[in-house]
């Protein structure tokens, strides 16, 4: 079923469509397809929530728009959104097939669908399309045909029909459906009785929709046409006007007010009705609408229309102050000029002159489209004087008489006339291409009198001031400055060198009974004192130095302006001028031949590229709405992009967007946003400014400016608010909607990191402690074996000193031990004399043995005393050899004494011997026995001394010298070697 709601002045949009009467101001009308909503092409039906979202049941699911952003929310399984209703918790319930449930905020402020199909039992969850939902006190109801579905308290309540539902509603202001067998049910005391019986109703003839019609009745359109409900008695409805085509279908109903109705078709568009069933107007597409088939309208709480069709949606700007002016007649041709004269309202234009009888009523733009055309061709202008018409054409200079052009001269093309004096005689000057043109007033009309001296300029921007001067302008020459009087006429220009801006650009008009100059660079004002002109007083707080071209004031003393593209009114009625613009005519004026015609403060007509548009200024400036800024979506964007909030709050509100235990974390790699925002007001986008800012970024508030969205990337880690707000052109402006945020620092930011970092301080501070210290201790060391390498090289000199003293001692101890040697030898010598001399003895005493002499008188006896007693003398040289040995071998026989006592002489005579170096024969001479016995002799030494075989005796004996003489001189005698070969006995 299709449902919408209305409200509408008396007003609906162009004209009949089949002859029906209509008024002259048009409606504005956006046309939405769907590839500018992304969505499917039929809309089944519309509601706004709190904050002036609109939602609409699509083909592919939920849509919703703000104003700038479409957004689709389809269902899980995809089907066809064919309800929709907002209730009493603000949930949005949405029903399709198969599926009912509703759409709610999620915690990051994304709508997200909420079944309610898991309620019902699982013997009816199986269901056709649901066609309407109702709320009901606190419960929702969800029709489809084979069921109703109660949402009440958590729980889903089955109402199953005798045969089939055919409609759910609120009839008289009680919950009603129809079934198809028994009628209109009532639902009381939770079960469903009967309300009106089938027998009531006509054959074959269902509700589909119903609104109120007053008390206690109700006004209902069916599957036949429209039916009125009083009480229980249902009585046809008829619909009268010559545009009504029998049997046409009607697909929904909305009351506008409590006097009109809006009836939309399938095929013919919709009607505006009276209580009394009398079409008041139509639209259909050639009114501007996509198609004629309209599934559902709604009327937002600004009273714009909003329309459901078949293919895209509509808006219709039903309220606004401004309207379009064109009718067919008119062929779209380009407006110059309006002029109330007498009993009508004439308009100039590109393609002819038109009248319109003067409206009897406050809102001209409510007049009926009764348009005349008086004459085809191009007009430039009109203008009255001495209570007469006057028409500046293309073809010419003519008198618009009651439905006709009276010729006043054939001289091509006339823009414009202005009167010289006041009294019945005076002069006309008539602006056209050669220059100006005279004619004079009189009794019977004008008279022609030619031009005005030589100027040849086109004059179209003409003005007289007090003093009869006319003043020129040209856009490429300057200003003229042309003075009549004596019949003679004298022409000045100026230009920048007279005070203005440039020579260029320049229009003249006459604005408060002053002549001013609109220029490139303000408003200026002539100068009579000092001839030239000057920056204006009263304008130059207003405009500054911006271009403006165009200037009109009005009976209430405001002054309407053109800067650009753009129209606008300095409005006087505070203590303060305030400076209004109207974004909604931006681009539609006709550039270089803009036109201001104030009638009044409700009717003020603007010459268009198409037509006229038509102002009521009082209805204006009270549309100043109140104003509400929505932040609609924040994006963050990095590795990943994440849905930062989707635009609601938890509970719809738009007071507050978040608590404060709700602020969302953003990753320091996912720090670039894209924030967007909205303010519902459909009908004034144009009129709408945003400014924004990031606290924690932003140093302050962004310009005003119409974007909608704002990007911001790789913010530093911290907490950020963003503030935006709107404005319109009427200066009101809204509280700002904020919502904040937090960057989460990178891992090297946090607070963990920096502990770490302070503890890695600590340790580089202690590691460059330590290492200074050893640097120190390094440095100190360095010094030190400086110090030990100076010591040790001073003690390397003092040794290389002592080593020279040691070797000068040691070369004298060698000299002396030579010299001893050289005694030893001596005595070593005499030992061996000693041998031989024994060996004589001997021989001797063999010889005396043998010969048998007696012993003591031989001859022989006394020889060998004598050689005993050169013995003798021989033992006495070995104590004195014994003696240098010890000197020269550092004590060594006494060491041997000491150490091994069992030593007998000569074996301590033999260890000299071997300590010498002597051979085993030179021993054995010295020892008187043979080799053999020298070697006998050393192995029984070897013995005592105790010393194993692989041990060299020679060895043995120089190890303990040296040992003898390290303990007596301190290490330092530097006289013998570690060890001496021993020549008699290498092995031994």
């Given at each position: 079923m299709l449902f919408c709601r209305?409200?509408?002045?008396?007003?609906?949009?162009?004209?009949?469509?089949a002859g029906a009467q209509s008024y002259i101001g048009l409606r504005q009308i956006r046309n939405f397809e769907k590839q500018?909503?992304?969505?499917?092409?039929?809309?089944?039906?519309?509601?706004?929530?709190?904050?002036?979202?609109?939602?609409?049941?699509?083909n592919e699911g939920l849509l919703t728009y703000d104003g700038i952003y479409w957004t689709l929310f389809p269902l899980p399984n995809k089907t066809i959104v064919r309800s929709l209703e907002i209730g009493p918790d603000k949930r949005l319930y949405v029903g399709g097939q198969d599926e009912i449930g509703y759409f709610a905020p999620d915690q990051s402020g994304k709508l997200s669908f909420n079944s309610l199909k898991d309620l019902i039992p699982p013997a009816d969850q199986q269901f056709a399309d649901i066609w309407d939902i109702v709320p009901s006190g606190k419960d929702i109801f969800f029709r489809s045909s084979q069921k109703i579905f109660q949402y009440s308290q958590g729980k889903m309540i089955v109402h199953r029909p005798h045969s089939t539902w055919l409609f759910l509603g609120m009839l008289n202001g009680?919950?009603?459906?129809?079934?198809?067998?028994?009628?209109?049910?009532?639902?009381?005391?939770?079960?469903?009785?009967?309300?009106?019986?089938?027998?009531?109703?006509?054959?074959?003839?269902?509700?589909?929709?119903?609104?109120?019609?007053?008390?206690?009745?109700?006004?209902?359109?069916?599957?036949?046409?429209?039916?009125?409900?009083?009480?229980?008695?249902?009585?046809?409805?008829?619909?009268?006007?010559?545009?009504?085509?029998?049997?046409?279908?009607?697909?929904?109903?909305?009351?506008?007010?409590?006097?009109?109705?809006?009836l939309g078709t399938y095929s013919k568009g919709f009607y505006l009705i009276n209580k009394a069933g009398r079409v008041v107007e139509t639209f259909t597409r050639k009114d501007g609408l996509q198609n004629s088939n309209v599934r559902s309208v709604f009327k937002d709480r600004n009273n714009n229309i909003w329309l459901g069709l078949d293919s895209g949606i509509d808006f219709i700007a039903f309220d606004n102050a401004i309207k379009h002016i064109n009718p067919s007649i008119m062929n779209g041709g380009s407006g110059y000029t309006v002029l109330a004269y007498q009993?009508?309202?004439?308009?100039?234009?590109?393609?002819?002159?038109?009248?319109?009888?003067?409206?009897?009523?406050?809102?001209?733009?409510?007049?009926?489209?009764?348009?005349?055309?008086?004459?085809?061709?191009?007009?430039?202008?009109?203008?009255?004087?001495?209570?007469?018409?006057?028409?500046?054409?293309?073809?010419?200079?003519?008198?618009?008489?009651?439905?006709?052009?009276?010729?006043?001269?054939?001289?091509?093309?006339?823009?414009?006339?202005?009167?010289?004096?006041?009294?019945?005689?005076?002069?006309?000057?008539?602006?056209?291409?050669?220059?100006?043109?005279?004619?004079?007033?009189?009794?019977?009309?004008?008279?022609?009198?030619?031009?005005?001296?030589?100027?040849?300029?086109?004059?179209?921007?003409v003005v007289i001031d007090n003093d009869n001067i006319i003043w020129v302008s040209h856009p490429y020459r300057g200003v003229y400055k042309i003075d009549i009087a004596d019949g003679a006429a004298t022409v000045r220009l100026y230009t920048n060198d007279k005070g203005l801006p440039s020579a260029l650009n320049n229009h003249v008009y006459k604005v408060r009974n002053k002549v001013l100059i609109a220029t490139e660079k303000g408003i200026y004002e002539y100068d009579k004192v000092n001839d030239r002109f000057?920056?204006?007083?009263?304008?130059?707080?207003?405009?500054?130095?911006?271009?403006?071209?165009?200037?009109?004031?009005?009976?209430?003393?405001?002054?309407?302006?053109?800067?650009?593209?753009?129209?606008?009114?300095?409005?006087?009625?505070?203590?303060?001028?305030?400076?209004?613009?109207?974004?909604?005519?931006?681009?539609?004026?006709?550039?270089?031949?803009?036109?201001?015609?104030?009638?009044?403060?409700?009717?003020?007509?603007?010459g268009g590229e198409k037509g006229f548009y038509h102002i009521n200024y009082e209805k204006y400036k009270q549309s100043n709405r109140p104003l509400n800024v929505y932040i609609r979506k924040i994006m963050s964007a990095g590795k990943e992009d994440t849905l930062l909030f989707g635009g609601y709050a938890a509970d719809f509100s738009a007071?507050?967007?978040?608590?404060?235990?709700?602020?969302?974390?953003?990753?320091?790699?996912?720090?670039?946003?894209?924030?967007?925002?909205?303010?519902?007001?459909?009908?004034?986008?144009?009129?709408?400014?945003?400014?924004?800012?990031?606290?924690?970024?932003?140093?302050?508030?962004?310009?005003?400016?119409?974007?909608?969205?704002?990007?911001?990337?790789?913010?530093?880690?911290?907490?950020?608010?963003?503030?935006?707000?709107?404005?319109?052109?009427?200066?009101?402006?809204?509280?700002?909607?904020?919502?904040?945020?937090?960057?989460?620092?990178?891992?090297?930011?946090?607070?963990?990191?920096?502990?770490?970092?302070?503890?890695?301080?600590?340790?580089?501070?202690?590691?460059?402690?330590?290492?200074?210290?050893?640097?120190l201790r390094q440095e100190r060391e360095k010094h030190i074996q400086e110090q030990k390498?100076?010591?040790?090289?001073?003690?390397?000199?003092?040794?290389?000193?002592?080593?020279?003293?040691?070797?000068?001692?040691?070369?004298?101890?060698?000299?002396?031990?030579?010299?001893?040697?050289?005694?030893?030898?001596?005595?070593?010598?005499?030992?061996?004399?000693?041998?031989?001399?024994?060996?004589?003895?001997?021989?001797?005493?063999?010889?005396?043995?043998?010969?048998g002499m007696d012993k003591s008188d031989s001859p022989e006896v006394k020889k060998l005393l004598k050689i005993l007693n050169e013995e003798e003398k021989l033992n006495e040289e070995w104590e004195q050899f014994s003696v240098h040995f010890d000197k020269v071998h550092s004590d060594l026989l006494v060491t041997l004494k000491e150490k091994y006592p069992a030593l007998r002489g000569h074996e301590l005579k033999l260890c000299a011997y071997l300590r010498m170096n002597l051979s085993s024969k030179e021993i054995a001479q010295l020892m008187s026995i043979s080799v053999r016995g020298v070697e006998i002799s050393r192995y029984r030494l070897r013995k005592k001394l105790q010393i194993p075989t692989e041990t060299n005796l020679f060895q043995f004996l120089f190890d303990l010298q040296r040992d003898n003489l390290t303990a007596s001189n301190g290490n330092h005698s530097g006289v013998l070697p570690d060890k001496m070969p021993d020549p008699l006995n290498p092995q031994a």
């Open positions: 209305l409200l509408l002045p008396v007003f609906l949009l162009m004209m009949y469509s500018d909503y992304n969505g499917g092409s039929q809309n089944w039906n519309i509601r706004q929530d709190q904050n002036g979202i609109l939602y609409f049941a699509n009680q919950l009603v459906a129809q079934d198809e067998r028994t009628g209109v049910l009532v639902f009381r005391d939770r079960s469903w009785t009967s309300y009106i019986n089938k027998a009531s109703l006509p054959p074959n003839d269902y509700f589909r929709m119903v609104a109120s019609y007053g008390r206690d009745s109700s006004l209902a359109i069916t599957n036949n046409g429209i039916v009125l409900v009083s009480g229980q008695t249902v009585t046809p409805f008829t619909i009268s006007g010559q545009n009504v085509e029998p049997g046409i279908l009607i697909s929904s109903l909305l009351q506008v007010d409590e006097h009109h109705y809006v009993d009508a309202l004439y308009f100039a234009m590109s393609n002819g002159i038109f009248k319109l009888p003067l409206p009897a009523i406050k809102d001209f733009s409510y007049a009926p489209d009764n348009f005349q055309l008086i004459a085809e061709g191009q007009t430039w202008g009109l203008s009255v004087l001495n209570n007469m018409l006057l028409a500046g054409r293309h073809d010419g200079f003519f008198r618009v008489t009651k439905d006709s052009l009276a010729t006043v001269s054939k001289t091509t093309g006339y823009w414009t006339f202005s009167q010289v004096r006041n009294d019945p005689s005076s002069l006309v000057i008539a602006g056209n291409y050669q220059g100006l043109g005279l004619f004079a007033l009189t009794g019977n009309g004008l008279t022609e009198q030619g031009q005005v001296g030589s100027f040849s300029e086109s004059a179209r921007f000057q920056p204006s007083p009263l304008f130059r707080d207003i405009f500054a130095e911006q271009g403006v071209r165009y200037l009109k004031d009005d009976a209430l003393g405001n002054i309407w302006f053109v800067q650009e593209k753009n129209i606008g009114v300095v409005d006087f009625s505070d203590l303060k001028p305030r400076l209004i613009y109207l974004p909604e005519l931006q681009g539609k004026i006709l550039s270089g031949f803009e036109n201001v015609y104030p009638v009044d403060e409700h009717n003020i007509f603007v007071a507050v967007l978040q608590t404060s235990d709700n602020i969302p974390s953003v990753a320091y790699d996912n720090s670039s946003l894209h924030i967007e925002y909205a303010a519902p007001l459909f009908e004034q986008t144009a009129n709408l400014e945003y400014s924004y800012v990031l606290e924690g970024f932003d140093n302050g508030w962004s310009a005003w400016s119409k974007k909608t969205e704002k990007d911001y990337t790789s913010l530093p880690p911290g907490r950020y608010d963003f503030k935006v707000k709107v404005r319109n052109n009427l200066m009101g402006e809204s509280q700002p909607a904020v919502y904040s945020f937090v960057v989460v620092p990178p891992w090297y930011q946090t607070t963990s990191a920096r502990i770490l970092y302070a503890l890695m301080g600590v340790m580089l501070v202690a590691v460059l402690y330590q290492k200074h210290r050893k640097k390498q100076l010591a040790y090289l001073h003690q390397l000199e003092m040794e290389k000193s002592e080593k020279e003293l040691m070797r000068l001692k040691n070369e004298k101890l060698e000299s002396e031990i030579e010299y001893k040697n050289s005694e030893l030898a001596t005595t070593a010598m005499h030992l061996v004399q000693k041998g031989e001399l024994l060996i004589k003895v001997k021989d001797e005493l063999q010889h005396i043995n043998k010969s």
